[in-house]
């Protein structure tokens, strides 16, 4: 493969991208680099309660830029790449102070899944190797690292979904020749796995797939939404049956790895602690076909195509919309204020190792209460491709983290076409913009970290400069996510319709809400709580609930 100066090319990607999609095209947000090498690629991202990222790639990647600290070595005669390591794989990423601890990870966490339980600290489960049937506990403090139970999983979980279920579990769904589902923690100790015929009909053979880390998504009903290649069912996984069938996606091209297009459960709006309606929404991903071309050097360009559905609605039927850039490998990222944040990837090729091409460098935000065609904001550019390996996961101040991109099978830094990225970003969309300031709330009641029960009254106390509309005050809920892969596992937004609100004092306000019902709209957990004024959503609180 021919390459070319990294300076030269990053040039040549700034012109085209400034040629192809004009700044006066673009609604706003801006982007701040925060780090200039983590000494990792970030290729799995999760947000802890204590401000923290946790984020690694994978250790047979050879040596990170992150050295373990004291002297402390990885001795591994498993790894395929290095049997002695002296650099970590995983960091924690402070957001408060922009500093970075590196983590002591022993066996290989690539392509792996996670949640994070009801109590806080993060799972995480299988990888390659040695690290397929790992299970892996994070627990949220300054000094905490890694724990690794050998074999906690049945079976091999490479390239799995995983989402947090409303008893606590985590189901951990598929993986690579997996076509199957287990349960972590194990109920009584029992090791068993459950066969998801779904998984083998979705598959388009060993050598392609187009099915691996499937959309999971938990309905309002308790039972979970399973997109895998280009259809979705609705899954009852206590029964194990089939609650319904879905029609296939319009044009019925694959939106699924190595296909990768990306998937957001939109935001559930409650009212009075209850939601009646789920609607899911799939972007990007590339054309049938499009893996093998990429294996023989045609890069196909990416689907431009979002598709809609209703997945509670009797007779569910697909609407699609078309994006303002073609994308694969793309992240969706539920912002503070119910709008979604479309980011990384690229114009053409598919994921997999050297086969994106044409990064998409500007972000899209879709706002899902406009109408068709209009639901669509190009964002300003980042310099920085975000390829293959990429990751964005939503802050408490309503910034997206923005990390990750490695394409290669090693780290490679210079002569190839899309380096090792190692840098981390902020992308701020346009709320957190400063001409907003006086109609931007202010939480001052509760304090962070409360916890709160199911259907309860909650009083949240605000303080703002300008004038409010008491109208267009609501509260959401998010759940932070386990992002790898152009998925955010766990990814969900509760929307908490004001149904008092009142003045307390000189500029404070009182917005009285009702808590989710049940684990079904809101499994037990942290969360982010933001109160949003006028589309623009103060800081985040951390709230448990339980």
């Given at each position: 493969m021919k390459?070319?100066?990294?300076?030269?090319?990053?040039?040549?990607?700034?012109?085209?991208?400034?040629?192809?999609?004009?700044?006066?095209?673009?609604?706003?947000?801006?982007?701040?680099?925060?780090?200039?090498?983590?000494?990792?690629?970030?290729?799995?991202?999760?947000?802890?309660?204590?401000?923290?990222?946790?984020?690694?790639?994978?250790?047979?990647?050879?040596?990170?830029?992150?050295?373990?600290?004291?002297?402390?070595?990885?001795n591994n005669p498993n790894d395929t790449a290095l049997k002695v390591d002296c650099t970590a794989h995983s960091a924690e990423y402070d957001v408060a102070s922009n500093k970075v601890r590196p983590l002591f990870v022993y066996s290989d966490v690539w392509c792996s899944s996670g949640s994070v339980n009801p109590s806080g600290?993060?799972?995480?489960?299988?990888?390659?190797?040695?690290?397929?049937?790992?299970?892996?506990?994070?627990?949220?403090?300054p000094t905490c690292d890694w724990k690794e139970i050998e074999f906690g999983l049945v079976n091999r979980r490479w390239y799995a979904t995983n989402h947090i279920l409303p008893d606590g579990r985590q189901i951990i769904i598929g993986g690579r020749r997996q076509f199957n589902y287990e349960f972590y923690p194990k109920s009584g100790g029992s090791m068993n796995a459950h066969s998801l015929p779904f998984l083998v009909e979705t598959s388009d053979g060993n050598s392609i797939e187009n099915n691996l880390y499937p959309f999971v998504f938990l309905n309002l009903d308790g039972n979970l939404f399973i997109f895998a290649n280009n259809r979705a069912i609705l899954y009852d996984y206590v029964a194990g049956k089939i609650v319904k069938t879905y029609p296939t996606i319009p044009g019925g091209d694959p939106r699924s790895y190595p296909s990768t297009g990306s998937a957001v459960l939109l935001p559930l709006k409650t009212s009075k602690g209850q939601a009646v309606a789920a609607e899911v929404l799939v972007c990007g991903g590339a054309p049938k076909g499009s893996y093998v071309k990429a294996e023989s050097g045609t890069f196909v360009p990416a689907l431009k195509t979002c598709a809609r559905i209703k997945i509670t609605d009797p007779n569910p039927q697909w609407v699609v919309e078309n994006m303002p850039l073609a994308r694969v490998m793309g992240d969706m990222t539920l912002l503070a204020n119910g709008d979604v944040l479309i980011i990384n990837g690229a114009g053409s090729g598919t994921a997999g190792w050297e086969f994106g091409r044409n990064p998409v460098l500007n972000p899209v935000a879709y706002k899902p209460d406009n109408a068709v065609g209009s639901r669509f904001e190009q964002q300003n550019p980042s310099t920085i491709p975000r390829m293959y390996h990429s990751t964005a996961v939503l802050l408490r101040d309503g910034r997206v983290l923005v990390g990750g991109s490695n394409p290669h099978i090693r780290y490679e830094f210079t002569n190839v076409l899309f380096p090792t990225e190692l840098a981390l970003e902020a992308f701020s969309p346009n709320y957190l913009d400063s001409q907003f300031a006086s109609i931007r709330p202010s939480i001052y009641s509760p304090q962070s970290q409360v916890t709160v029960g199911y259907g309860q009254k909650l009083a949240v106390r605000i303080s703002i400069t300008g004038r409010i509309q008491l109208n267009s005050v609501y509260v959401t809920m998010v759940s932070p996510?386990?992002?790898?892969?152009?998925?955010?596992?766990?990814?969900?937004?509760?929307?908490?319709?004001?149904?008092?609100?009142?003045?307390?004092?000189?500029?404070?306000?009182?917005?009285?809400?009702?808590?989710?019902?049940?684990?079904?709209?809101?499994?037990s957990g942290y969360y982010l709580v933001y109160v949003v004024h006028q589309q623009i959503p103060s800081e985040g609180i951390w709230v448990k609930i339980q």
């Open positions: 390459t070319c100066p990294t300076s030269h090319l990053i040039l040549s990607f700034l012109f085209i991208s400034t040629f192809l999609f004009p700044l006066t095209h673009a609604a706003g947000g801006k982007w701040q680099l925060l780090v200039k090498s983590v000494g990792i690629s970030a290729m799995h991202m999760q947000l802890l309660h204590n401000d923290r990222v946790v984020m690694f790639d994978r250790t047979d990647f050879g040596k990170s830029n992150l050295p373990l600290p004291n002297g402390v070595c990885r600290s993060l799972v995480q489960t299988g990888g390659f190797n040695d690290g397929e049937r790992r299970v892996r506990v994070f627990d949220p403090c996510s386990f992002t790898t892969h152009s998925f955010s596992m766990n990814q969900r937004l509760v929307v908490l319709v004001s149904e008092n609100a009142r003045a307390v004092g000189n500029l404070k306000f009182e917005i009285q809400v009702t808590t989710p019902a049940s684990g079904n709209l809101a499994p």
